[in-house]
């Protein structure tokens, strides 16, 4: 069976950081595409980050670039999302997903877990 487990969401105040942990398992991710998205209550699903089967090219939202830094571990089939300078509008579910290539839409992505939430307080 097939998972995308995300962990290391919380609570934190502004200016604060957290990092968030998607393992997979089922099988091997190394020649996906893993992103980020993000859902806000009363909004869409969002785009936040994405990186590249080999890690060597990412994407990120224009409101969380310099701030959030995304990597993955192929050997230890996992992704990361470091965010810092955290900020009231960043609170959100956020959830990993795999696909075959980077878009910002979420139908794009046939694997996702169930989501970590983020809190963060001004």
């Known amino acids: 069976q097939v998972q995308l487990v995300e962990s290391g969401g919380g609570s934190v105040q502004a200016g604060g950081s957290l990092r968030l942990s998607c393992a997979a398992s089922?099988?091997?991710?190394?020649?996906?595409?893993m992103v980020w998205f993000r859902q806000a209550p009363g909004k869409d699903r969002e785009f936040v980050a994405a990186?590249?089967?080999?890690?060597?090219?990412?994407r990120y939202l224009d409101a969380v670039k310099g701030r959030f830094t995304i990597t993955r571990a192929n050997a230890k089939n996992t992704v990361h999302l470091q965010m810092n300078n955290l900020r009231p509008e960043d609170t959100a579910v956020y959830s990993c997903?795999?696909?075959?290539?980077?878009?910002?839409?979420?139908?794009?992505?046939?694997?996702w877990g169930q989501g970590t939430q983020v809190t963060v307080s001004s």
């Open positions: 997903a795999a696909g075959d290539f980077i878009s910002k839409l979420p139908q794009s992505y046939y694997y």
């Open positions: 990186v590249s089967w080999s890690g060597g090219m990412t």
């Open positions: 089922g099988r091997t991710f190394s020649s996906d595409v």
